[in-house]
């Protein structure tokens, strides 16, 4: 079984920035597809951006968030990020990492596997 730990959210201001963590343990890291998801209150839970297993070769982002976040892993140590800049309001809620062995990759929750507990992003205006 894979497991998967958040860390990094926090209170920022608008304009600000923070790198999300996601440490995975138990499996063979490199063999798995990461993705981002956020959820805000009284919303679904929507796709940020999703990198290729491996070298992590392909990434993919949401159209909200093209060009202001980065995702990126570290297979040396078990660990993919999301580097967030240019925050605004709207960025405002829980984001989660998951994990998925599948080949074709999608923005589908149900597609991807594997979840972390998720980390609180709050963006002040």
């Known amino acids: 079984q894979l497991q998967l730990v958040e860390s990094g959210g926090g209170l920022v201001q608008t304009g600000g920035s923070l790198r999300l963590s996601c440490a995975a343990s138990?499996?063979?890291?490199?063999?798995?597809?990461m993705a981002w998801f956020r959820q805000a209150p009284g919303k679904d839970r929507e796709f940020v951006a999703w990198?290729?297993?491996?070298?992590?070769?392909?990434?993919s982002y949401a159209d909200s968030v093209q060009g202001r976040f980065t995702i990126s892993r570290d297979n040396a140590k078990n660990t993919a990020y999301l580097q967030m800049n240019t925050l605004n309001p709207e960025d405002t809620a829980a984001y989660y990492c998951a994990a998925t062995n599948i080949v074709f990759l999608s923005t589908h929750r149900s597609d991807w596997h594997y979840w972390g507990q998720g980390t609180q992003v709050s963006v002040s205006s």
């Open positions: 138990g499996r063979t890291f490199s063999v798995y597809a």
């Open positions: 990198i290729t297993r491996g070298g992590g070769d392909e990434t």
